[in-house]
C-alpha cells in the first residue's frame, strides 16, 4: 500500500505546486523555459521575432537578430558575450546573474540565430 501511495504522491504534489508558479513574479519564470525568457527580457528592445520592432513598426533599440548580413560579422561567443555582460553602458542589461553560460549558449543558437522576421519567438508567452 505505501508503495502505491508514494508513486501517486508525486504527480499531486507537482500540481500543488503549479498555483505557485503561477502568483511568482513572472521574471522569476524556470529560467529553462528559454522562450519565455525571451518573451519577458529581450521582446521590450528585441522584438517579438527578434527583428527589433515594435508592434507598430516603429525600430526599438536593440540589434535585429533577422539581418543576416549584420548578424554574420558575430560568432556565437560575441553573441554570448553580450548576453552576459550587456552592451553599451547598459543600453543592453548583462544577463549573466540570471542564466548560465550553458543557457546563454542554448540562447543564442536555438533563439536568436533562428529568429525570422515575422515569426513570433514565443507565442503566447507573457511580454513586459
Ligand atoms: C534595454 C534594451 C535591451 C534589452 C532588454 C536586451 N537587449 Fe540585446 N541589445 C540591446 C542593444 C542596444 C544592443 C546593441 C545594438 C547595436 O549595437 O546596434 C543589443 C545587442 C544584442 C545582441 C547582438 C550582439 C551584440 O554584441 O551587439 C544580442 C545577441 C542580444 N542583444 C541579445 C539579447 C537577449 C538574448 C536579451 C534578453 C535576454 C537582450 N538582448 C535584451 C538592447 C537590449
Excluded: W, Y
Amino acid at each position: 500500500m505505501s508503495r502505491s501511495f508514494s508513486s501517486h504522491a508525486l504527480p499531486i504534489l507537482l500540481m500543488a505546486a503549479l498555483p505557485n508558479l503561477a502568483a511568482q513574479d513572472v521574471k522569476e519564470l524556470p529560467k529553462k523555459d528559454l522562450r519565455a525568457f525571451f518573451s519577458i527580457n529581450c521582446v521590450v528592445c528585441h522584438g517579438a521575432d527578434g527583428s527589433a520592432r515594435g508592434a507598430d513598426g516603429s525600430r526599438l533599440k536593440g540589434q535585429d537578430f533577422t539581418n543576416a548580413k549584420e548578424m554574420k560579422d558575430f560568432t556565437d561567443a560575441d553573441l554570448a558575450k553580450t548576453i552576459r555582460k550587456g552592451k553599451i553602458f547598459g543600453r543592453m542589461p548583462s544577463f549573466k546573474d540570471r542564466l548560465s553560460d550553458a543557457e546563454i549558449m542554448e540562447l543564442v543558437q536555438q533563439i536568436v540565430r533562428k529568429a525570422e522576421k515575422g515569426k513570433v519567438i514565443a507565442p503566447g508567452a507573457p511580454e513586459k
